[in-house]
């Protein structure tokens, strides 16, 4: 397995479809060299703000494959998660064979496996795919929390390089980064708002859907933090702050294509069952935008440093 550094920020990619709502390649491979331009660390496709629920398997590669071509020099993870052990593992050996490098997977949704039943889905995907590979923890939308015990017992498997950590529960991702500090085993954030928080435990990063829409002052939050320059870390956190509540006012990746939208960087458009962003909401995210572009001239540029 060839190792990566899963330190920094990982956008969790949006799939923009055309108005016949098949996929719009051209637009996502702009939108990956907009991302990898910014600065971040790595790209994320097809996980939960990809929609990858409502997209066809070979949809799904195509999508990684399309992210891979589009970049020159940062690490592409795919989400390759399933409620099917066997789905989930002819995903993830696809998009090792599209050229990814390292895979995402969500823990099984619905169908409420035990904690040894998600050992066992998990270390079955990573004894047979050769890629570092990141346990995705989100009790919200699985209906099951992958234990603390769990983790750590998964990452004692040479694949299984990280946990992104979207339980909203800081004292659970304290304990995991507590208890896996003699790993080589990472632990980000899934959640923007905790990014921060998760950060001050030992956090290394975030797989991120603000980074979509900010990830200069994304990828400056984090860095500062890992620099252990927490004032301007808080600093960022705080303007970020809005943008963060924004995102989540309805079901991801909802709010994101809309601002997506009003950025020009991708179509709006969702696969049903999502639908567009609420009227209600829309203004509150536009003036959320607004202030941000016009505070944007005070965020450091993350490949030059403070200007």
């Known amino acids: 397995m060839t190792a990566i550094d899963l330190s920094g920020v990982f956008p969790a990619m949006c799939t923009p479809f055309d108005s016949d709502e098949r996929i719009d390649f051209e637009t996502l491979r702009t939108d990956a060299q907009r991302l990898e331009t910014a600065g971040v660390d790595g790209l994320v496709p ?87 590979q990141i346990v995705y923890n989100v009790p919200s939308r699985t209906g099951r929390n992958i234990e603390p015990d769990t983790a750590v017992e998964l990452a004692s498997h040479e694949n299984i390089a990280g946990y992104k950590a979207a339980s909203g529960d800081l004292g659970q991702i304290s304990e995991v980064v507590e208890r896996t500090r003699e790993e080589d085993f990472a632990v980000l954030s899934g959640d923007d708002g905790m990014t921060l928080p998760t950060l001050s435990v030992g956090g290394t990063g975030t797989i991120s859907v603000a980074a979509n829409i900010e990830p200069e002052r994304t990828c400056a939050m984090v860095g500062a933090a890992l620099e252990g320059d927490y004032e301007r870390a808080r600093e960022l956190h705080h303007e970020l702050g809005p943008l963060f509540r924004e995102l989540f006012v309805e079901t991801n990746p909802i709010p994101v294509k809309e601002a997506m939208g009003i950025r020009g960087y991708g179509p709006a458009r969702l696969r049903s069952p999502l639908s567009r962003l609420a009227d209600e909401y829309r203004e509150d995210l536009e003036a959320v935008l607004a202030d941000l572009e016009r505070d944007e001239t005070d965020v450091a540029d993350p490949a030059e440093g403070d200007r």
Request: hydrophobic share 40%; no cysteine; charged share 25%.
């Open 46 to 132: 097809v996980g939960s703000t990809g929609e990858s629920a409502t997209l066809t398997h070979d949809e799904h590669v195509q999508v990684v494959e399309a992210v891979i071509e589009a970049v020159d020099d940062v690490p592409v993870i795919a989400g390759t998660g399933s409620n099917n052990t066997r789905e989930a593992l002819e995903l993830s050996e696809r998009a090792a064979d599209a050229g990814a490098d390292g895979l995402l997977l969500i823990s099984p949704y619905y169908n409420k496996p035990e904690q040894r039943g998600l050992i066992e889905h998990y270390r079955t995907i990573a004894d047979a795919v050769d890629l570092p």
